[in-house]
T-cell receptor
Framework: EAGVTQFPSHSVIEKGQTVTLRCDPI?????LYWYRRVMGKEIKFLLH????????ESGMPNNRFLAERTGGTYSTLKVQPAELEDSGVYFC???????????FGNGTRLTVT | GNSVTQMEGPVTLSEEAFLTINCTYT??????LFWYVQYPGEGLQLLLK?????DKGSNKGFEATYRKETTSFHLEKGSVQVSDSAVYFC????????????FGIGTKLQVIP
């Protein structure tokens, strides 16, 4: 079984640019999550999808962040325009049911200069 | 709100030494408690979990007991190996039927031969 795949693994962009992160969950996993770890701080919940619907986006920092999951398969997280404080590691995770264990991807390390 | 406090480290131990990583939490209700591990270059993996007071989670020689009276979930291993070198995250779940997990800051463990 393929695990959760995230692309790219690293991204370096300038302040003001746009970046799109992609996550492919494990096949059949309806629940998809985005988390973020800013340098030196805790991993924080961003949002939760069930299939294509956003169930909880209470952790999204502001309206520069847009997450989508069209068709209920892969998800994208767009940051536009990027700011310096957006730098960190963005993790995607999926689970089969709501309370099932999370399977994490390796993360995308975003650096905004 | 929910929060998790754990020692930040880094923790450096010799092979076969005893490991304790302290974790305390603040939460409403009785959440599930977890330890996740991140090996170099990989995503987070669930190491062990406990779902109610006095439960002991165990895996790969690691143990942690859910202590409601001290709101703690300390991770222990009797004899660490070089392959245990990783970052360990204490975490607690929510009661909403999905995995909105609150993480601690992570403790980096280095085991030297």
């Amino acid at each position: 079984e393929a695990g959760v795949t995230q692309f790219p693994s690293h991204s370096v962009i300038e302040k003001g640019q746009t970046v799109t992160l992609r996550c492919d969950p494990i096949s059949g996993h309806d629940n998809l999550y985005w988390y973020r770890r800013v340098m030196g701080k805790e991993i924080k919940f961003l949002l939760h999808f069930v299939k294509e619907s956003k169930q909880d986006e209470s952790g999204m920092p502001n309206n520069r962040f847009l997450a989508e999951r069209t068709g209920g398969t892969y998800s994208t997280l767009k940051v536009q325009p990027a700011e310096l404080e957006d730098s960190g590691v963005y993790f995607c995770a999926s689970s089969q049911a709501g309370n099932s264990p999370l399977h994490f991807g390796n993360g995308t390390r975003l650096t905004v200069t | 709100g929910n929060s998790v406090t754990q020692m930040e480290g880094p923790v450096t131990l010799s092979e076969e030494a005893f490991l304790t990583i302290n974790c305390t939490y603040t939460a409403t209700g009785y959440p599930s408690l977890f330890w996740y591990v991140q090996y170099p270059g990989e995503g987070l993996q669930l190491l062990l979990k406990a779902t109610k007071a006095d439960d002991k989670g165990s895996n790969k020689g690691f143990e942690a007991t859910y202590r409601k009276e001290t709101t703690s979930f300390h991770l222990e291993k009797g004899s660490v190996q070089v392959s245990d070198s990783a970052v360990y995250f204490c975490a607690l779940g929510n009661s909403g039927g999905y995995q909105k997990v609150t993480f601690g800051i992570g403790t980096k463990l280095q085991v030297i031969p």
